[in-house]
Each structure stands twice: as structure tokens, then as C-alpha cells.
């Protein structure tokens, strides 16, 4: 059991970050888009009530990226993931008391969000640097296909414990949620550690940000805006514009999980293998022309085709990125620098699911969604092919200035 979470132990440690992403993220979290429509359907909220407690994920989403930065300071990072886990099952087990009403979903949303957060941001700081460089791109990928399996086990949990109510939905995935944090709970380690003796020297950044951690920080926040579409109106997409069944939009959802879980680990082998530059630009056009496939086909191969390279990209996007700030920045800075894409991240995941909400408004067409997105993407694989050449002339003509914070 205890080498099962070992961090030290060979590329094992993937399998504890792959237990808290999937605990809150891939069901805390994405287990609501699944379990939405049958609050609607079973009277528990209407459509606008249920929408709301959606978009109170993100607000705890967002709120926990702060928390994480705070809490860091005070609480050894181990004890956060622990915790942080255990709140996720917690809020899951909670949502299966109707008589709470509204004020009491809001607030396990939340809860669920800001945990969610905090595990992005810590398990990978725990992990990585304890992982040799050559090595690093395929543990990231194993930390974050959690989301994605996390996606799958509730696409199949949900609709079966469904037929019997919302209360064993909801208590069958914080069963999973629990059992994991169970699991894992005396096996995370107390403190961030040293970089490997086989890692390459961190880039001294001094206080500052450097210019290529901007860069990759602009496009991981554009990375927020181009997965958007696919992760709130999919579905709504399928059934409402397309006119096709609700199995249809649930069959093509299913396929986003399939990439998403499938995605991370598979990144991460192409970039032990080609480099995260390369990864990182080819993920990001790839996934750009999945958003904007539907502009100019909706047949079922095309639908399919933009659900596995979306989900792909979505989770495995996020470990790259996550490797790539530790090999810019180094060990030292790779806290920080992973906290504040991750803000960026949430702040611009907020304001642009309310603004596409908002520009949806009387509308009956999502094409504009898909351009925005599209287009965000695009730019984010130009931000790669700027930090390459900022590397490339910092390898030849030495260290460029940190912008300071």
C-alpha cells in the first residue's frame, strides 16, 4: 500500500496525483455535468436553478486557487491534498440531502470547486519535481488522466444509480471519492522535495516572472476560453441546434471522457519523447481545429472526431503545461508559477463561461461560441512558438529579465 503512493517510487507516484485529480476534478466536479439533467428531470431544481449551482463550482473553483496560495504558507502540502479529498467526498456525500435546499447545494458546490482547486495546484508540486526529467512528461500525464477517468466513471456511475434516485447518484460517487482518500491518506509526503540528481538546472528567475513563463501563462489562461463550449453546451449543442436525440449528446460526451482519460498519459509520452515545445504547440493547434470542426461539418464523424480531440487535449493539455513551467522555471519557482496559471486559468474559465452565457442570450446558433474558442486556441500555439524563440535566444545570448511581480 504504501509504495502504491510512494512518490520516490519509480513512476508510481503518477498513480497519487491520478487518485486527487480524479477525486476533484474528474467527478467533484465534471460528475455535474452528468448528474444535471436528471435534477432537472426528478424535480430536485429547475434548469435555471441547477445552472446556477454550475457556476458555483466555478466561483469555488476559482476562490480555491487563492486558498491554495494562502494555506501553502501555513499547512504542510501533504495535509492540504489529504484534506482536500476528503472535503470532496464529503460535499458529494452532502448534496444527497434534498432538505437543504439551494443555500446548502450552493455551498458543497463550492466546497467541491475550491478542493478541486487545491489539488490541482499541490499534487502536481508534490510530485514533479520528484520525478527524473525523462520521466516527467509521462507521470504529469498519469496525475491528470484523472480528470478524464474521473469524466468515464461518472458517464457510468450516474445513469445506473440514477434509475434509483439522485441519492444513491450522489452517494455513489462520493464512495469513489472517499475510498480513494482513503486509500491515499497516509501515503502523501509532508513536503515539496528536491529536484532529482538527474534534473537539469532550474532557470533563476529571482523574484520575477520571466518572459517565456508569461507567455505560457497567457496561453494556458486562453486554454481556459478554447475548452469551454465543449465542456458547458456540448450537450446542449447536440440536442437543442442539432435536433439529435439526448442518448446522442450523452454517446458523444462519453467520447470527450474516453479522449480526456486516454489524453494525459499519451501527451505525456509524446513529450518525453518529442519535447513539451512541440507537444505543447501540436496540442494546442490540434485541439483548436476540434473546437472549430463543427463550422464547417455536424455529421457524426466530425462530432466524434471534435469530442475525442477536445477531451484529448483538455486534461492533457494541463500536465504538459504543468512539466513545461517546471522545466522553464525550475523546482525552486514551480509552486508559484503553477499557482498563478492556474488563477489566470480560473479567472479567465469564470468570466468566460458568464460572457458566453451572456452572448448566448436570444441566440440559437453556438457557431460564434466556436470561433471565439477556436481562435483563442490558435493563439495559444502562437504563444509556444514565441517562448521556443525566447529560449532559443536566451540559450545564445544569456538570461532574459524577470518581470517582476
Given amino acids: 500500500m504504501k509504495a502504491w503512493c510512494n512518490p520516490a517510487a519509480g513512476s508510481i507516484p503518477g498513480l497519487c496525483g491520478m487518485a486527487a485529480t480524479l477525486t476533484g476534478v474528474g467527478i467533484a466536479r465534471f460528475a455535474y455535468v452528468a448528474i444535471l439533467p436528471v435534477l432537472v428531470q426528478q424535480g430536485w431544481f429547475g434548469r435555471e436553478a441547477a445552472g446556477h449551482l454550475g457556476a458555483a463550482n466555478l466561483a469555488g473553483y476559482l ?3 487563492g486558498l491554495a496560495a494562502l494555506l501553502a504558507r501555513r499547512y504542510a502540502p501533504g495535509w492540504l ?16 440531502w434534498r432538505g437543504g435546499g439551494m443555500p446548502w447545494f450552493l455551498f458543497w458546490r463550492v466546497v467541491a470547486g475550491a478542493c478541486g482547486a487545491i489539488l490541482m495546484v499541490q499534487a502536481p508540486v508534490l510530485i514533479l519535481p520528484r520525478v527524473a526529467a525523462a520521466r516527467r512528461g509521462r507521470v504529469a500525464g498519469l496525475i491528470f488522466s484523472g480528470v478524464g477517468l474521473g469524466i468515464v466513471a461518472a458517464a457510468t456511475v450516474v445513469p445506473s444509480l440514477a434509475t434509483f434516485g439522485l441519492v444513491p447518484a450522489w452517494l455513489g460517487l462520493g464512495g469513489i471519492c472517499a475510498l480513494l482518500t482513503i486509500l491515499s491518506w497516509n501515503h502523501w509526503p509532508h513536503t515539496p522535495a528536491a529536484p532529482p540528481a538527474s534534473a537539469p538546472a532550474a532557470q533563476a528567475v529571482g523574484q520575477g ?19 469551454l463550449p465543449h465542456t458547458l ?4 449543442y447536440i440536442t437543442r ?6 442518448a446522442a449528446a450523452g454517446f458523444f460526451w462519453g467520447c470527450f471522457g474516453v479522449g480526456a482519460a486516454c489524453g494525459p498519459y499519451l501527451t505525456g509520452v509524446l513529450a518525453d519523447r518529442f519535447g513539451l515545445t512541440r507537444t505543447l504547440g501540436l496540442g494546442f493547434t490540434l485541439k483548436a481545429i476540434g473546437v472549430a470542426l463543427p463550422l464547417v461539418a455536424t455529421g457524426t464523424p466530425a462530432l466524434l472526431v471534435s469530442s475525442v480531440l477536445v477531451g484529448f487535449f483538455s486534461p492533457g493539455i494541463v500536465g504538459a503545461a504543468s512539466s513545461y513551467a517546471l522545466e522553464i522555471g525550475g523546482a525552486a519557482q514551480h509552486r508559484r508559477n503553477w499557482t498563478a496559471m492556474n488563477l489566470c486559468f480560473s479567472l479567465a474559465q469564470a468570466g468566460g463561461a458568464s460572457a458566453m452565457v451572456a452572448l448566448m442570450s436570444g441566440r440559437t446558433s453556438y457557431a460564434v461560441l466556436f470561433w471565439i474558442s477556436g481562435t483563442a486556441l490558435a493563439v495559444s500555439a502562437l504563444c509556444v512558438l514565441a517562448i521556443a524563440v525566447l529560449r532559443r535566444q536566451q540559450a545564445t545570448g544569456g538570461e532574459p529579465e524577470a518581470v517582476t511581480a
Avoid at 81 to 96: G, H, K, N, P, Y
Avoid at 210 to 225: E, K, Q, V, W
Avoid at 233 to 236: G, I, L
Fill in 63 to 65: 476562490l480555491g486557487i
Fill in 241 to 246: 441546434e442539432l435536433h439529435r436525440p439526448l
Fill in 81 to 96: 491534498v489529504r484534506w482536500a479529498m476528503l472535503l470532496c467526498a464529503l460535499s458529494l456525500f452532502a448534496c444527497a
Fill in 209 to 227: 516572472y520571466s518572459g517565456p513563463i508569461m507567455l505560457l501563462c497567457l496561453a494556458y489562461t486562453l486554454n481556459a476560453i478554447g475548452y
Fill in 233 to 236: 453546451f456540448w450537450a446542449d
